[in-house]
């Protein structure tokens, strides 16, 4: 149309930076969605269109990153920075470019804060990612004279790798289960039984997680595949 080339000879950096963000967003939904044209983008965006008449107020809300854009609050917290979480573990796959893409949501996630802006994230062992969590490198990127460490007390260099024998028996035990669960033969189009959500068939399967739909309401849901909640439904 013309309209990036205009504002690139006007120097209207915003505004491209706007149009940068806008086209990210569609394609993100595309990749989301890819069933959907764009009617269906239109009625999401649609559903934010009065979401600035929301940013004043008591009260804490809670939303994605990619909802976040282009709101300004005077506290933000940004949760689950950790490696394999922010980044998340995709991303870390995918090299530099990934992380790049990460690497500018976290920028536009901690400059939603006008005053305060809190970074969280877990010490410990992860069933998720099956590894200690580590400390995400987005928040070693921030300038730490202008970080205050609060909670509890730890030390916030990378943790060593878990060694299983020097853990408890039981969590050992946990380890393996979950292990074992992990190698069991699930497939496409199989029937499972959720203990929350009931039956469900598996409509695709990317490593350890599974599409799963379910019948109405609960719909289609990410599920990890060596969750307890999950079993074979054996038809007789």
Known sequence: SGLRAM??????VDRLENIKELINDVITFQNQYPES?????????????DRNDLTDGDYCQMMTIHAA???EFDTVFVIGLSEGIFPNERAMSEGKRGLEEERRLAYVAYTRAKNKLFLTEVSGFSFVLTKLRSKSRFIDEVDQKHIDHIGVNYDFEKPKELNIKSKPKEQSLF???MEKRKALPYKKGELILHSTFGEGVIMKIDGGMAEIAFDYPHGVKKIMLAAPAISKVNKV
């Open 69 to 71: 854009k282009g709101l």
């Open 37 to 49: 044209g764009l009617d269906e983008y239109l009625q999401m965006v649609a559903l934010y269109g």
């Open 175 to 177: 380890a393996d289960s």
């Open 7 to 12: 504002y690139e000879a006007a120097h209207e």
